[in-house]
């Protein structure tokens, strides 16, 4: 797995995807995780995985008034604008790999 770019982001992603094995460059992982989904190349064979990964929201007396507190306080739904905050999981074709061929011991005379 290969995380691009800065991944504060995607905290909760990566622990997800935890066991899979971490690797220093693109080319060597199966798997990358990226924030940006719109630099992402297309290549045959390759599945890509986009979505709203976690939103966030900054609490600001802009805007709030005694009707706005109650709603959020009772409901909390929020008075200002929340920000999403986009994942691309891209998904490269594994390496062919041929079936272990295990050799059990022969019976002794």
């Known amino acids: 797995m290969f995380l691009k770019d800065d991944h504060s982001d995607l905290v909760a992603l990566e622990w997800y995807l935890r066991t899979l094995r971490p690797v220093d460059k693109p080319d060597a992982a199966t798997v990358v995780v990226e924030p940006k989904p719109d630099s992402m ?51 490269k074709p594994g390496a062919e790999v041929a079936p272990t061929q295990i050799i059990t011991p022969g019976a002794s005379p």
Do not use: C, M
């Open 41 to 91: 190349a297309t290549d045959s064979g390759v599945r890509t995985f986009s979505f709203d990964s976690n939103e966030s929201w900054s609490a600001s007396s802009k805007g709030l008034d005694l009707s706005r507190a109650l709603a959020y306080f009772f409901t909390t739904r929020t008075w200002g604008p929340i920000e999403t905050h986009q994942a691309t999981i891209i998904v």
